[in-house]
């Protein structure tokens, strides 16, 4: 049975761990608490909210739209914990959604002086300049991120999108052929010319990928739209 694969070309930004869950414990009090026992209630220390807490209750208010409030959880984990990768992450992705890219460069530039050897947000600052089509450092940091972590593959496939975007066809070939098949690889790079404008390098792409695997329904049905 003949399998039917898709291109995937998308600009990735890396998602974070996921938040972690806290149960809560029901806490019994007393219906007529004495006066001493308020005194003591009022003197004790406000409880601390650990890092992870903020970082999830950062996501949730995400997902319900409520920028503001993540924005404030997301800086109260780091201020908690300035050596949060996640923390960083979801607030320089956050930044870079709402299109703040300077604001996500400053957050994601703070992490790395935390943390200078983490991939992940070595990786999301070079998609923050590839964002901004600045190439050169996307490039860069994408490549930096692939020194620390070799087989860090969205990285790679980021790398691969840079490349081809700055007219560096074969360098970006070469990546994708690390990370996915030979017709997919050539497919991944005519989505990106045909995506510039660019619609006789898409055709040649697609013709590769179409002699190297005839039976792909997708890679006929895009040639059929670039060449027409």
């Given at each position: 049975m003949m399998v039917h694969r898709r291109y995937i070309v998308t600009l990735?930004?890396?998602?974070?761990?996921?938040?972690?869950?806290?149960?809560?414990r029901q806490i019994s009090e007393e219906i007529n608490p004495t006066s001493a026992e308020h005194a003591n209630a009022k003197a004790a220390p406000a409880p601390r909210i650990s890092p992870d807490t903020h970082l999830a209750a950062g996501q949730m208010l995400e997902k319900q739209g409520d920028v503001r409030g993540a924005i404030e959880q997301y800086e109260k984990a780091i201020a908690s914990s300035p050596r949060s990768v996640s923390a960083y992450n979801r607030l320089g992705i956050l930044y870079q959604r709402m299109g703040k890219f300077d604001e996500a460069e400053r957050i994601f530039t703070r992490g790395l002086e935390a943390q200078p050897s983490s991939a992940t947000l070595l990786n999301n600052l070079g998609y923050n300049c590839l964002s901004q089509r600045n190439y050169k450092n996307a490039e860069e940091y994408f490549r930096q991120a692939l020194r620390t972590s070799p087989d860090f593959k969205r990285a790679r496939m980021n790398l691969a999108i840079a490349l081809v975007q700055s007219r560096r066809i074969d360098d970006g070939l070469a990546q994708f052929k690390q990370v996915v098949p030979e017709d997919i690889a050539y497919g991944n790079v005519a989505v990106i010319c045909s995506n510039a404008g660019d619609y006789a390098g898409a055709e040649s792409a697609l013709r590769k990928s179409?002699?190297?695997?005839?039976?792909?329904?997708?890679?006929r049905r895009l040639l059929d739209q670039v060449v027409k």
């Open positions: 990735l930004s890396l998602l974070a761990a996921g938040c972690i869950e806290s149960g809560d179409l002699e190297i695997n005839p039976d792909c329904p997708e890679a």
